[in-house]
């Protein structure tokens, strides 16, 4: 099947992939009453008295806006926010199917920081949680961060974290099956992005890795290089202490894992058969890899993961977000934080079980109970680390 060429005759004749449904009847005297004026009053002046009784008399508790400015959609970059609709209905589709959250695209005619920022926290009383989407950097960074720090429900930049998640478990199952300790590894990142920036940080911080050499293309992040962004220059101080300088082709000679969202075909067969026995290599440049599957095999890798839905070990994030909120509202979480990610990535890679082979490592992003293991991970590590409203284990 031709995708594109489908996909935009399907769209034509969908006119929208989600819609909004009525969950009360509104057929009758006493129903308009009880849903609409008069009765409405009651809730209403019961928020006023209370307004965490907004998420018990309204919506708001199972309500998710999908954020975008439209300036990194997909591969295709700064499109603007009504060419990044489609994504962002895509997502809302995928919400409502794996976790049962009603979301919504929220497309903002901005790309002013500040203007961001205001604009969504002045809406953020409609809403159980947050997910930003497609939102370029270093700006995104900032978005996300001063969002965490103002709100008290949970916001989530899932091109950063949702993909750290997925990626972390992807590699906790590909070091089970090649044998390998997390402590002793070389990881190489190519794309110094909002999405390399959160797996470089998500595996130091969280999940434990020692060595990692974050690249863009202009070769290997190390401190004093004039090529970077702020942010990359922070990231500089934490990654690749060997100061190693040079191209991807130098950083990934003795690398046990690659992991690309990148660009397509910067990595060659050589690049791979540099690396180290039982190399990991994760290419996740969309909708063409940094190498061809089969390539990376025959150049010796042990195991490959790409973003595709046609290959095998198909690494995505259809496989956070929905069960990831679904376990943060079930429990009124006022935050995302990295207990809960790791839980996330743990309850994906546990999910997988006696099925684990070098050509399944993850779950299948349709298994709906993937999704529930995610959930209930997520749940008991809010409750577990003391961020939900509703539970407290003290």
Same mark, same amino acid.
């Given at each position: 099947?031709?995708?594109?060429?489908?996909?935009?005759?399907?769209?034509?004749?969908?006119?929208?992939?989600?819609?909004?449904?009525?969950?009360?009847?509104?057929?009758?005297?006493?129903?308009?009453?009880?849903?609409?004026?008069?009765? =409405?009053? @009651?809730?209403?002046?019961?928020?006023?008295?209370?307004?965490?009784?907004?998420?018990?008399?309204?919506?708001?508790?199972?309500?998710? /806006?999908?954020?975008?400015? $439209?300036?990194?959609?997909?591969?295709? $970059?700064?499109?603007?926010?009504?060419?990044?609709?489609?994504?962002?209905? $895509?997502?809302?589709?995928?919400?409502?199917?794996? $976790?049962?959250?009603?979301?919504?695209?929220?497309?903002?005619?901005?790309?002013?920081?500040?203007?961001?920022?205001?604009? +969504?926290?002045?809406?953020?009383?409609?809403?159980?949680?947050?997910?930003?989407?497609?939102?370029?950097?270093?700006?995104?960074?900032?978005?996300?961060?001063?969002?965490?720090?103002?709100?008290?429900?949970? !916001?989530?930049?899932?091109?950063?974290?949702?993909?750290? +998640?997925?990626?972390?478990?992807?590699?906790?199952?590909?070091?089970?099956?090649?044998?390998?300790?997390?402590?002793?590894?070389?990881?190489? +990142?190519?794309?110094?992005?909002?999405?390399?920036?959160? +797996?470089?940080?998500?595996?130091?911080?969280?999940?434990?890795?020692?060595?990692?050499?974050?690249?863009?293309?202009?070769?290997?992040?190390?401190? #004093?290089?004039?090529?970077?962004?702020?942010?990359?220059? @922070?990231?500089?101080?934490?990654?690749?202490? #060997?100061?190693?300088?040079?191209?991807?082709?130098?950083?990934?000679? #003795?690398?046990?894992?690659?992991?690309?969202?990148?660009?397509?075909?910067?990595?060659?067969?050589?690049?791979?058969?540099?690396?180290?026995?039982?190399?990991?290599?994760?290419?996740?440049?969309?909708? =063409? /890899?940094?190498?061809?599957?089969?390539?990376?095999?025959?150049?010796?890798?042990?195991?490959?993961?790409?973003?595709?839905?046609?290959? /095998?070990?198909?690494?995505?994030?259809?496989?956070?977000?929905?069960?990831?909120?679904?376990?943060?509202?079930?429990?009124?979480?006022?935050?995302?934080?990295?207990?809960?990610?790791?839980?996330?990535?743990?309850?994906?890679?546990?999910?997988?079980?006696?099925?684990?082979?070098?050509?399944?490592?993850?779950?299948?992003?349709?298994?709906?109970?993937?999704?529930?293991? =995610?959930?209930?991970?997520?749940? @008991?590590?809010?409750?577990?680390?003391? !961020?939900?409203?509703?539970?407290?284990?003290?």
């Amino acid at each position: 099947m031709d995708y594109r060429k489908e996909s935009l005759k399907k769209h034509a004749e969908w006119k929208g992939k989600i819609e909004t449904a009525c969950r009360v009847p509104v057929d009758s005297r006493d129903a308009l009453s009880l849903a609409y004026t008069p009765g =409405v009053a @009651e809730p209403c002046l019961a928020i006023k008295e209370d307004i965490n009784k907004s998420f018990e008399l309204t919506r708001r508790w199972n309500t998710v /806006p999908v954020i975008t400015d $439209g300036t990194a959609i997909l591969g295709l $970059g700064d499109i603007g926010p009504e060419a990044g609709m489609p994504v962002m209905e $895509g997502k809302a589709a995928l919400f409502k199917a794996y $976790g049962d959250v009603d979301a919504y695209p929220l497309c903002i005619r901005s790309k002013d920081t500040e203007e961001i920022i205001r604009t +969504i926290e002045l809406m953020a009383g409609s809403w159980g949680g947050i997910n930003l989407e497609d939102i370029s950097g270093p700006r995104c960074f900032e978005i996300e961060t001063r969002l965490k720090q103002d709100l008290d429900i949970p !916001v989530f930049h899932d091109d950063q974290h949702g993909t750290a +998640i997925v990626m972390t478990a992807a590699l906790i199952n590909a070091l089970k099956l090649a044998g390998k300790k997390k402590e002793e590894i070389k990881v190489v +990142i190519n794309g110094a992005g909002a999405a390399g920036i959160a +797996i470089a940080r998500f595996l130091l911080n969280v999940y434990g890795i020692k060595d990692v050499i974050l690249c863009d293309r202009y070769g290997i992040l190390y401190e #004093g290089n004039s090529e970077m962004n702020p942010v990359q220059a @922070e990231m500089a101080k934490v990654t690749n202490r #060997g100061m190693l300088k040079g191209s991807l082709a130098d950083a990934m000679k #003795g690398a046990d894992v690659f992991i690309g969202v990148s660009a397509p075909h910067v990595v060659t067969k050589d690049m791979v058969g540099s690396m180290n026995d039982k190399a990991i290599v994760f290419t996740c440049a969309n909708p =063409v /890899p940094e190498i061809e599957r089969e390539d990376a095999l025959e150049a010796g890798a042990f195991i490959v993961g790409t973003g595709s839905s046609t290959k /095998p070990n198909q690494i995505n994030n259809v496989l956070v977000f929905p069960g990831l909120f679904r376990g943060a509202l079930d429990v009124r979480a006022n935050t995302v934080n990295f207990e809960m990610m790791m839980a996330a990535s743990e309850g994906i890679a546990a999910y997988v079980g006696d099925s684990l082979s070098t050509e399944h490592i993850l779950p299948f992003a349709y298994d709906k109970g993937a999704h529930e293991a =995610v959930a209930k991970a997520v749940a @008991e590590a809010a409750i577990r680390t003391g !961020v939900s409203k509703l539970y407290n284990q003290h």
